[in-house]
């Protein structure tokens, strides 16, 4: 990433917030895009491929339905208003195939692909997925001439070094009239969890960044929203309690007492739509209040 441009708007008017584990903290002063830049090696696959709280998620996910988290039922709803077609789907970054794999239950016509070998391998064992899911790039299925009706993007753009590049590579891989449907944290959420600083998250979005940044690179806006949700700010506060700053991972220090967390982990993940529903009277109410945790989604329309 160019750290003297803006991704999102290509502004030179940029800013300097600090430094972050090497990284220089930048800020565009025309639409707040925040982004990190390092002056060394760009992230590698290997880097999330290797790292312990990614392995851990794998040792969780079982039952994909355990892995679907407020996005991805966001994107089962917007599908569920397209009865009249059946929308050929491809999710970008889907890490082991869970959310493919719920897709095709359903009926769709899914694929994903991801960088992580052991993910890929562990859905195509475990999901039945080998035909589904792939360690592709994405200019390999810009080469293959593939398209799509529908593209998900749940929590990927903000590990990218160039956001911009991925939307427009995205948008090629688009049929016309094609929708992109996109989640990342939004930086507007009331408290900061270690994960969202570098080498794990390199960009931050408000909603009013995101959309411009998608309304920049030709995509039309059809519907934005933005969670507050107590169990996940709970659940991630409470975790970052139990991780050792000492032993690294992307997301803060591994977990302590590694299998026993797991065992927790896989019970929260049971219950999560259950507290989910438990949550949702407080979770409107600090809503109205403006507070925000920890995600958004907008689903867009590919113009031209």
């Known amino acids: 990433m160019d750290k003297s441009t803006c991704e999102c708007c290509l502004s ?26 390092h002056e060394g090696p760009a992230t590698t696959s290997r880097l999330f491929e290797d790292d312990a709280d990614y392995a851990d998620d794998l040792a969780v996910s079982g039952n994909y339905h355990d892995l679907l988290q407020w996005p991805h039922l966001v994107a089962l709803k917007y599908l569920k208003t397209r009865k009249k077609d059946t929308p050929q789907i491809l999710d970008v970054g889907c890490f082991n195939g869970f959310f493919v794999k719920k897709l095709c239950d359903m009926g769709h016509d899914a694929c994903g692909i991801d960088f992580n070998k052991k993910a890929i391998a562990y859905g195509r064992a475990r999901y039945g997925l080998a035909k589904r899911i792939a360690v592709k790039d994405i200019n390999e299925l810009v080469h293959d001439d593939k398209s799509f009706d529908v593209i998900t993007l749940f929590d990927v753009i903000e590990h990218v070094e160039k956001p911009r590049e991925l939307l427009l590579r995205l948008k090629g891989l688009l049929r016309e009239g094609g929708v992109l449907i996109l989640s990342t944290p939004n930086n507007d959420m009331v408290w900061r969890p270690a994960l969202d600083y570098p080498p794990h998250h390199l960009s931050r979005y408000t909603p009013v960044t995101i959309a411009g940044f998608l309304a920049n690179v030709g995509y039309q806006k059809m519907q934005q929203i933005e969670q507050m949700n107590i169990f996940n700010l709970a659940r991630n506060y409470t975790g ?50 403006g507070l925000r945790y920890i995600g958004q989604v907008i689903i867009c329309r590919k113009l031209g």
Do not use: Q, W
Request: proline share 3%; aromatic share 12%.
């Open 240 to 289: 970052s309690l139990c991780r050792d700053e000492v032993d690294k991972s992307l997301r803060g220090g591994r977990l302590r007492s590694g299998p026993a967390m797991n065992i927790v982990r896989t019970s929260l993940n049971r219950l999560r739509r259950a507290c989910y529903f438990v949550s949702y009277p407080l979770d409107r109410l600090l809503y109205f209040l």
């Open 12 to 37: 030179d008017n940029i800013g300097v917030l600090g430094r972050h584990s090497g990284y220089i903290h930048l800020v565009c002063n025309d639409c707040r895009f925040e982004y990190f830049v």
